[in-house]
């Protein structure tokens, strides 16, 4: 099983922010926090991933809790095309949770 | 901008068939990795491969599959007797090291009947 927790679903309204939890208790002091996204019938696509600082790319934020057993992906201002399953895991691990499944209402 | 490539895109075979799917990493990646995704399921992790041997595997990686890096630039699924619990979308992965991060194929549909 994953070592990763995440919500099932989110709802956002389009052009608005989305916080993106995920719950990682027993992350190792080497383990870095990855997030992919899956779109409608396509492969797991790279977001953004992180060790302890908070990182910011042009898709999105990550934000790590200092101890390092949470982090939030953040997107600025949701698309409909963000629409998508989200998907955070450990590089120790890599295996997928269920994910959260965003809906981005217009 | 480098990616990873999967044929066939779809397999359509008959139930105890034996399948390969095919994977060519991103050229200068070292570790490489199979996923499958049962319609409607999440993602779930098979095998992950490095310098020439199988570094770890899943439960549901049993003695039916096997991986292999025949040459220097393919890595292959094979299903020895395929069963119609193994139609699923199959993703190969690959990265340059262990824990960088993955670029994944578009996939290969297996339909088993």
């Known amino acids: 099983d994953a070592k990763t927790t995440q919500p099932n679903s989110m709802e956002s309204n389009e052009e608005e922010p989305v916080h993106l939890p995920c719950n990682h208790s027993t992350i190792s002091g080497t383990d870095y926090i990855h997030w992919y996204r899956q779109l409608p019938s396509q492969g797991p696509e790279y977001v953004i991933h992180g060790l302890t600082s908070n990182v910011n790319n042009r898709m999105a934020s990550l934000a790590i809790a200092e101890d390092r057993k949470s982090s939030t992906l953040i997107l600025h201002r949701a698309t409909l095309r963000d629409a998508a399953v989200y998907y955070c895991?450990?590089?120790?691990?890599?295996?997928f949770g269920a994910g959260t499944r965003l809906t981005v209402k217009p | 901008e480098p990616e990873v490539t999967q044929t066939p895109s779809h397999q359509v075979t008959q139930m105890g068939q034996e399948v390969i799917l095919r994977c060519v990493p991103i050229s200068n990646h070292l570790y490489f990795y199979w996923y499958r995704q049962i319609l409607g399921q999440k993602v779930e992790f098979l095998v992950s491969?490095?310098?020439?041997?199988?570094?770890?595997k899943s439960e549901i990686f049993d003695d039916q599959f096997s991986v292999e890096r025949p040459d220097g630039s393919n890595f292959t699924l094979k299903i020895r007797s395929t069963k119609l619990e193994d139609s699923a979308m199959y993703f190969c992965?690959?990265?340059?090291?262990?824990?960088?991060?993955?670029?994944f194929g578009a996939g290969s549909r297996l339909t088993v009947l």
């Open positions: 491969f490095y310098n020439n041997e199988i570094s770890e």
């Open positions: 992965a690959s990265s340059p090291t262990g824990i960088s991060v993955l670029t």
């Open positions: 895991i450990l590089t120790h691990d890599m295996r």
